[in-house]
């Protein structure tokens, strides 16, 4: 088994700061995801990246950067955090990124920008 | 485009009682259809996936049908427990220009009273 560690668990940010959520994963699996979670919205895609130094663009990539340094780490940058907004990031891995596999994810990183 | 409609929460149940959440799918493709659970303060998990259309998935106590020719897998369950309570998410695992994706309903919230 693995787990995928996020940190941290509660992220509180001003409006137009730089914010950095962290994932590692210990599946060694090759691709690695970022999800955003709206109440009632389900998970919407930001970015996924299918191997060290890869990046894709999700549905929802505008206001995010994303970085895959290592296999085994991938983070999320909100570029310029909006006020009011609230939602959990979710990070996610699966081994080939095959449509048919199943993900992994973390237990979320909560963000609130005053 | 590939979309699921899934049933719109929350619902709420007495333990003992029957759990249908209904699914329908859109798709041109021949996608893999999943059902996630989502526990208060954890990731989403996988509670289980069919690849294959006419074949029937199942965990703990929980079924569906993938069923093509009404593009529909209902989640069943024939007596939920106060443990059951958490999001149900149905996912379609599909291929669009050359890359996986995966397109997931808005969630259904269940809760369960004993």
Partial sequence: GGIITQTPKFLIGQEGQKLTLKCQQNFNHDTMYWYRQDSGKGLRLIYYSITENDLQKGDLSEGYDASREKKSSFSLTVTSAQKNEMAVFLCASSSTGSSAETLYFGSGTRLTVL | ?114
């Fill in chain 2, 1 to 114: 485009g590939d979309s699921v409609t899934q049933t719109k929460g929350p619902v709420t149940l007495s333990e003992g009682t029957s759990l249908t959440v209904n699914c329908s799918y859109e798709t041109k493709q021949y996608p893999t259809l999943f059902w996630y659970v989502q526990y208060p303060g954890e990731g989403p998990q996988l509670l289980f996936k069919v690849p294959k259309a006419n074949e029937k998935g199942s965990n703990r106590g929980f079924e569906a049908t993938y069923d093509k020719g009404t593009t529909s897998f209902h989640l069943q369950k024939a007596s939920v427990q106060e443990s059951d309570s958490a999001v149900y998410y149905c996912v379609l695992g599909d291929r669009e220009g050359g890359s996986a994706k995966l397109i997931f309903g808005e969630g259904t919230k269940l809760t369960v009273s004993s």
